[in-house]
């Protein structure tokens, strides 16, 4: 596929998707390019590669062996870690957020907004805490950098540099969602057996 075409990364991504949609969300994960093979054990993971190998060889699709690796037991994926105990934040995006400078407007507010919301699922109540933040970015707001803004802005740093880890969801049984609501927010948790699997908040 040419270099340059606006639709190409879509495209792909879709080429992707349709010849690996049996293996989704059971043993892989595509993000255009790249391929997540994941297994509980190395038997099954000789077996989902393969599966893989295969159906790349039928689909005429060809990897680069020297951008490949195999056998990992823990792996860097779009801005995550991915191990045996769960999924953390990539420690150098941590760095990235505890080095930010503060906002001086409502553009400085986005982009820490982005960063951070990025990973939301990791911080409980992220959109209340955040609430006085994205008021900022509002075009009938005056940028007025006060005491809530300054709070707000500290606690997410602080809380993406304690983030937890979150336990991968493990079989279709024993999901719990607790809830909660005020006026500032709306909020949630997903668990399994006891383990956090994801916050949500809006």
């Known amino acids: 596929m040419s270099f340059g075409l606006t639709d190409a990364p879509a495209a792909f991504m879709d080429l992707m998707n349709r010849a690996c949609r049996p293996m989704l969300d059971r043993s892989v994960i595509v993000f255009i390019d790249d391929i997540l093979v994941y297994s509980k054990n190395e038997g099954d993971h000789a077996c989902h590669l393969r599966e893989v190998f295969e159906t790349l060889r039928k689909e005429k699709l060809y990897g680069k062996f020297s951008k490949c690796a195999f056998w990992l037991h823990e792996v860097q994926f779009l801005g995550h870690v991915i191990n045996a105990d769960g999924i953390l934040v990539d420690p150098?995006?941590?760095?990235?957020?505890?080095?930010?400078?503060?906002?001086?407007?409502?553009?400085?507010?986005?982009?820490?907004?982005?960063?951070?919301?990025?990973?939301?699922?990791?911080?409980?109540?992220?959109?209340?805490?955040?609430?006085?933040?994205?008021?900022?970015?509002?075009?009938?707001?005056?940028?007025?950098?006060?005491?809530?803004?300054?709070?707000?802005?500290?606690?997410?740093?602080?809380?993406?540099?304690?983030?937890?880890?979150?336990?991968?969801?493990?079989?279709?049984?024993?999901f719990v969602v607790y809830s909660d609501a005020s006026y500032l927010g709306l909020g949630c948790v997903l668990m399994q057996r006891g383990k956090v699997i994801a916050y949500a908040s809006r």
């Open 92 to 174: 150098s995006k941590i760095q990235a957020v505890t080095n930010w400078s503060l906002p001086k407007n409502p553009t400085n507010v986005r982009s820490f907004l982005g960063l951070a919301g990025y990973y939301r699922r990791f911080i409980q109540d992220f959109a209340k805490i955040a609430s006085s933040l994205t008021k900022l970015t509002r075009k009938d707001v005056k940028f007025v950098w006060g005491e809530d803004q300054e709070k707000a802005f500290q606690e997410l740093k602080s809380k993406l540099t304690q983030a937890p880890v979150l336990t991968l969801p493990d079989g279709p049984d024993d």
